[in-house]
């Protein structure tokens, strides 16, 4: 099994920071592309982010330059430091990765979710 378990969201004033962490765990062979991706009441899961093993990023145009996706590969984990926070930011936030797990003697690729975690930008 392979797990995603994000971390930092919670209530924050507009103008504020937030910092949240995903954390991959299990048979991982590799890491491919990992992102972050919210959803807002009502509407439907949208890309904020992503990032390659590479290190080649990826933004939604409505966070440029106020949003920050990083990654740890030795620690398996993505970060996404969202500055600037507006009340449109508030979703849930979901971490996403395209990976190779490895089953005995085999690959496999998978697509997977976290949890997610809420952000609330309210004063």
């Avoid at 995603?4 to 954390?23: D, I, N």
């Avoid at 991982?28 to 899961?45: D, E, H, S, V």
């Avoid at 904020?48 to 984990?77: C, E, H, L, M, P």
């Avoid at 996404?80 to 797990?101: F, G, H, I, W």
Wanted: some cysteine.
């Amino acid at each position: 099994q392979v797990h995603l378990v994000e971390s930092g969201g919670g209530l924050v004033q507009p103008g504020g920071s937030l910092r949240l962490s995903c954390t991959a765990s299990g048979s991982i062979f590799r890491l491919n592309t990992m992102g972050w991706y919210r959803q807002a009441p009502g509407k439907q899961r949208d890309l904020v982010a992503d990032i390659t093993s590479g290190g080649t990023t990826n933004y939604a145009d409505s966070v440029k330059g106020r949003f920050t996706i990083s990654r740890d590969n030795a620690k398996n984990t993505v970060y996404l430091q969202m500055n600037s926070l507006k009340p449109e930011d508030t979703a849930v936030y979901y971490c996403n990765a395209d990976l190779l797990r490895l089953t005995g003697d085999l690959l496999d690729g998978m697509d997977i979710w976290g949890k997610g975690t809420l952000v609330t930008v309210s004063s």
